[in-house]
């Protein structure tokens, strides 16, 4: 009887073995066995399964990938299909005997050589040594020789900048004051040049500034993304992140801090005006010239025509008009503000300036913390006379020193922002004016530091909208 019992006991442990045996089997990590995809990322399997359907559509693609980075086996068929050239033919043959001096040290020179030089011929650019850097990447996958072509021509058309940098340089400098003045001040106060090592970063497309394997990961992210500022944008995080260590190596970056890297680029592009990304896209990205010229701007550009749109849409944040008084009283746009020292033919007093803007700053705290709530300082935009308006860029160090973000002046000045608003004929919606009495006696005074608070600014504006807005039924006519 006992015995019959031990032999149960043997048999039912045996089992339980067995049972544990097959459970670590299943869960053992080897990619040839079936139950090895149940262990894959979702996403993973399903691009794999994408990619055994023969879809190479980049935005069927990018939807299944969503921001990951890819395994190293894949990217020479993905990286193709990102960049749109899969399966697309090229005239690209190699030239024999041609060796550019750049491409030395490449993995294979003559065909190095032959792709920057096709690449610069057709572009009408000259072969850069950056190209060389920036080929090595697409050189190691192993591609055909035609497909490392068209996708080195893809990538460097869509993501390198057309410009000298200089001109990304000034960029970057911009940027950096709109988002952090004190930290701008810091750099040009201690002549460190961050922006110049910055556009290294960008020029190279970030090849020989990463590591290794965190390049390749970038990559994966950049090619995956549909705007061509995200270098600089990155570039941009970088900079930034220097401000607490000035010591930082971007190499330490790792792929893990990828994705958080390039949201953060994707935040600071979203808070740059509209106007400023596109007149980036249009000089960096596609050389067309504009005709005001980056190096005459001390602080960031914006188009008169978002300044109207945002105040149509009550989006704008203060705008703080510094024309010379006559000007103002003669004509302004409602809802703008003044200092409330005396402005004269691009002259001002210094003392009573800087008394004016710290009197403006403090009656403008105070109105947005009547609610008891903390709110951080909008940003504003400077209307002057024009480009050249010495009180523009006066004023702007001014708000600067009292630590606003988001300074920024009116491309054009308030003529611009007339033509703006009589383009889209909203002259009584949008313009105070008096042609006939330069000197207003009756003009409502709008001297922030004397003080006009931001409740009367907006209610001018909101009653002039419901004057304009008011119409008799009977009149409208429906037939369109």
Request: glycine residues 4%.
């Amino acid at each position: 009887m006992d015995e019959e019992m031990d032999d149960d006991l043997v048999g039912e442990y045996t089992t339980d073995l067995d049972l544990e045996a097959e459970i670590e089997a299943f869960l053992e990590d080897d990619d040839d066995s079936p139950e090895s995809s149940l262990l894959k990322p979702i996403w993973l399997a399903e691009l794999e399964s994408a990619l055994n359907d023969e879809v190479y559509d980049g935005d069927i693609l990018r939807s299944i990938i969503d921001s990951n980075c890819l395994p190293e086996e894949l990217r020479l068929k993905i990286w193709p299909a990102l960049l749109g050239v899969h399966g697309k033919r090229s005239n690209f043959r190699r030239r024999k005997e041609l060796l550019l001096k750049s491409c030395e040290s490449s993995s294979n020179p003559e065909l190095a050589s032959s792709i920057i030089a096709e690449y610069s011929q057709s572009r009408g650019v000259p072969p850069k040594s950056e190209f060389a850097t920036i080929l090595a990447p697409f050189l190691a996958l192993g591609l055909e020789d035609n497909v490392v072509y068209n996708c080195f021509y893809a990538a460097v058309s869509k993501f390198h900048p057309r410009v000298e940098r200089e001109t990304i340089r000034c960029y970057l400098d911009l940027l950096v004051q709109y988002f952090d003045p004190e930290y701008a001040r810091l750099l040009q106060s201690k002549k460190l040049d961050y922006s110049k090592v910055a556009c290294d970063w960008i020029d190279n497309m970030f090849v020989n500034c990463l590591g290794d394997e965190t390049l390749l990961s970038f990559f994966d992210l950049v090619f995956q993304s549909t705007d061509n500022l995200v270098l600089i944008f990155t570039a941009l995080v970088c900079l930034m992140n220097r401000r607490d260590n000035p010591e930082l190596d971007i190499k330490e970056i790792q792929p893990d801090d990828l994705s958080d890297l390039i949201q953060l680029a994707q935040f600071y592009q979203s808070k740059t005006p509209a106007s400023f990304l596109q007149r980036m896209r249009e000089e960096i990205q596609k050389g067309k010239k504009p005709k005001e010229d980056i190096n005459d701007f001390l602080v960031l550009p914006v188009s008169a025509e978002q300044v109207v749109k945002d105040v149509l849409n009550a989006t704008a944040g203060v705008v703080l008009d510094i024309r010379p008084d006559a000007n103002f009283e003669h004509s302004h746009l409602i809802g703008s503000l003044r200092l409330s020292c005396c402005i004269q033919d691009e002259l001002m007093e210094m003392t009573s300036l800087r008394a004016s803007v710290d009197k403006f700053h403090w009656n403008l705290s105070s109105e947005l913390k009547k609610d008891g709530l903390e709110v951080d300082l909008p940003d504003i935009v400077l209307i002057g006379r024009d480009d050249s308006d010495s009180t523009l860029f006066t004023v702007a160090n001014e708000l600067l020193r009292v630590g606003y973000v988001g300074v920024a002046v009116v491309v054009g000045g308030f003529k611009a922002i007339v033509k703006e608003i009589q383009s889209i004929g909203s002259e009584d919606l949008l313009l105070w004016s008096n042609p006939d009495n330069p000197i207003l006696p009756n003009a409502p005074d709008s001297s922030f530091g004397g003080w006009f608070n931001l409740s009367t600014a907006f209610n001018t504006l909101n009653s002039t909208l419901e004057k304009v807005l008011q119409f008799d039924e009977d009149a409208v006519d429906t037939n369109f």
